[in-house]
C-alpha cells in the first residue's frame, strides 16, 4: 500500500486532499501540519508520497523542506500551491517534484495529479484489502469515523476532527449500523469496533 505523506498548514485543506485520496487510492494516509511534524512523521512512515505545501508559514518553506527531506529519504513530491510565478516553479523544479498543483484545487485535478504520480511509483489505484465481507461495504468516510470510534472519540469529537458536522456524523453511524447488521443501541457499534478493530 502506498504510504502518502500530507505537508499543508491549514488543516481544511489538508483533510480535503486527504479524504480525496482516501476515496480514490489504497494508500494509508497522514497529515503535517508544519515543518517539525513533517520531518518527525519521516522515520516511521518512510512515506512514498509527499504531497507538500510550499507556503508552510513557518521557518523555511515547502521547497526546501522537500530539498532537506531528500537528503536522507527516497520519496516522490507533489506540491499543491497557490504560487505561479516563474521564480517560485524554477526552484520547486531544482527538487525534481513528479507534479506542481495551482490551488485552489478540485478533486478532479487533485485525482488526476496524484493518479499519475502513482503509476510512476508503480503502484494501481485499488479496492481495500479483503479480510471482512462487511467492512467491503463500507466507505473510506466511514471507515475514517469508526477508526474514530476505537479511539474512543464522540460524535461531537469525530465531527471537529473529520470537518463535519455532528448530524452528518449521526447519519454515517446510522448507514454503519444498517450495513454491519447491528442495533443502534446499547453501544453496539463500539462493541463491533473493538472485536474488528484489527481490520480498520
Known amino acids: 500500500m502506498i504510504r502518502v505523506l500530507i505537508v499543508e498548514d491549514e488543516i481544511i485543506i489538508a483533510r480535503f486532499i486527504e479524504l480525496q485520496l482516501l476515496n480514490n487510492f489504497d494508500c494509508e494516509t497522514r497529515v503535517a501540519i508544519s515543518v517539525k511534524e513533517a520531518r518527525e512523521a519521516m522515520p516511521d512512515m518512510q512515506p512514498h508520497l509527499l504531497l507538500c505545501d510550499i507556503n508552510l508559514c513557518d521557518a523555511i518553506t515547502g521547497i526546501e523542506l522537500v530539498a532537506e527531506l531528500k537528503n536522507s529519504y527516497t520519496f516522490e513530491t507533489i506540491f499543491i500551491t497557490s504560487y505561479q510565478n ?47 465481507p462487511a467492512i467491503e461495504q463500507l466507505n473510506n ?60
Open 141 to 200: 468516510t466511514e471507515i475514517m469515523i469508526l477508526r474514530e470510534i476505537r479511539n474512543q472519540k464522540t460524535t461531537k469529537e469525530i465531527a471537529k476532527a473529520l470537518h463535519l458536522s455532528p448530524y452528518t456524523i449521526k447519519n454515517h453511524r446510522h448507514n454503519i449500523c444498517r450495513k454491519l447488521d447491528l442495533e443502534e443501541g446499547n453501544n453496539a457499534l463500539l462493541k463491533w469496533v473493538m472485536q474488528q478493530q484489527h481490520l480498520l
Open 86 to 132: 516563474k521564480n517560485i516553479i524554477e526552484q520547486a523544479s531544482a527538487t525534481n517534484p513528479a507534479n506542481y498543483i495551482i490551488k485552489p484545487v478540485d478533486e478532479a485535478q487533485l485525482f488526476a495529479g496524484v493518479r499519475l504520480v502513482m503509476a510512476k511509483i508503480g503502484q494501481q489505484p485499488a479496492t481495500k484489502e479483503k479480510g471482512n
